[in-house]
């Protein structure tokens, strides 16, 4: 069974930065994508980043010049790096792979449990 771990997150000001890290686990063939997207209070979940297995990222509007996301093939991991954080990126932000279990299977998105971040002004 495939799970996403996620670690990080926790409350900073504005300014600081915050990590989150995101492992897969479990019968996984490939992951073509793990990204991170987030959910405010009242608003929709939406994307953050994601990266793609050549190591391309995408980012939203918000955030790029702020956040950096990487990840290690070998460890199936993912990181999110959130530098000069602003109290409207308080959110829970979930893990997100699309992956493919054996190499006939289409691929599937699983998530993470999510983690909270909170940034004070």
Do not use: H
């Not at 980043?49 to 290690?72: C, H, L, M, N, Q």
């Amino acid at each position: 069974q495939v799970q996403l771990v996620e670690s990080g997150g926790g409350s900073v000001q504005a300014g600081g930065s915050l990590r989150l890290s995101c492992t897969a686990s479990g019968s996984i063939w490939s992951i073509p994508t793990m990204g991170w997207y987030r959910q405010a209070p009242g608003k929709e979940r939406e994307l953050v980043a994601d990266i793609i297995s050549d190591d391309t990222p995408t980012y939203s509007d918000s955030v790029k010049g702020r956040f950096i996301i990487t990840r290690e093939n070998a460890k199936k991991t993912v990181t999110l790096q959130m530098n000069n954080l602003k109290p409207e990126d308080t959110a829970v932000y979930y893990c997100n792979a699309k992956l493919r279990e054996t190499w006939r299977r289409a691929l599937e998105t699983y998530w993470g449990q999510g983690t909270q971040v909170t940034v004070s002004s």
